[in-house]
T-cell receptor, first 114, second 115 residues
Framework: KNQVEQSPQSLIILEGKNCTLQCNYTVSPFSNLRWYKQDTGRGPVSLTIMTFSENTKSNGRYTATLDADTKQSSLHITASQLSDSASYICVVSALQGGSYIPTFGRGTSLIVHP | EAGVTQFPSHSVIEKGQTVTLRCDPISGHDNLYWYRRVMGKEIKFLLHFVKESKQDESGMPNNRFLAERTGGTYSTLKVQPAELEDSGVYFC?????????????FGQGTRLTVV
């Protein structure tokens, strides 16, 4: 069964600090891994995408890493801002029958305090 | 340019009633996806349209759920009759192409509460 596990479930940090979110997956056959940011009351918005051959991808203050051997990914947020408060969701897709079927993690809820 | 829009944003219905959710994808996007998130759980894939055809509906929970995309534009997801466990947030997403790196854009979701 395809699964995506994220940790921690929730995280509270002070503005300006860095943090790292973790994602472990068992999805096969692996196609790609995305990190999404979901603000309250909004749909998820893609931050980064990595395929099998990529092990790091940056988007501004967000840096994602991928270790396809250990099936782990991380999302590092540098110099956090209040607007970073959101749910961060790891999504791993498998190519099945011609479609890319995503498996979502439950997300990490990040709160950035001033 | 308008993003993916979903109607209504919230819906409260009684058990046994029928509800129809609507999704308007980004113009020109052939691929349309439905997902849902029940309380405390992860978002789960329901089905995928390519234009008006169902490419994959493996995530549809049971035959009380019916998705349509007549004409390959907007899509509807009907729940009939609704049960308590159908409560959750239903998301729609669309993408222009279908590839490993293709990004799907999400709507804001419809929060369905069945009482």
């Amino acid at each position: 069964k395809n699964q995506v596990e994220q940790s921690p479930q929730s995280l509270i940090i002070l503005e300006g600090k860095n943090c790292t979110l973790q994602c472990n997956y068992t999805v096969s056959p692996f196609s790609n891994l995305r990190w999404y940011k979901q603000d309250t009351g909004r749909g998820p918005v893609s931050l980064t995408i990595m395929t099998f051959s990529e092990n790091t991808k940056s988007n501004g203050r967000y840096t994602a890493t991928l270790d396809a051997d250990t099936k782990q990914s991380s999302l590092h947020i540098t110099a956090s801002q209040l607007s970073d408060s959101a749910s961060y969701i790891c999504v791993v897709s498998a190519l099945q029958g011609g479609s890319y079927i995503p498996t979502f993690g439950r997300g990490t809820s990040l709160i950035v305090h001033p | 340019e308008a993003g993916v829009t979903q109607f209504p944003s919230h819906s409260v219905i009684e058990k046994g009633q029928t509800v129809t959710l609507r999704c308007d994808p980004i113009s020109g996007h052939d691929n349309l996806y439905w997902y849902r998130r029940v309380m405390g759980k992860e978002i789960k894939f329901l089905l995928h349209f390519v234009k008006e055809s169902k490419q994959d509906e493996s995530g549809m929970p049971n035959n009380r759920f019916l998705a349509e995309r007549t004409g390959g534009t907007y899509s509807t997801l009907k729940v009939q009759p609704a049960e308590l466990e159908d409560s959750g947030v239903y998301f729609c997403a669309s993408s222009q192409a279908q590839g490993s790196r293709t990004e799907a854009f999400f709507g804001q979701g419809t929060r369905l509460t069945v009482v």
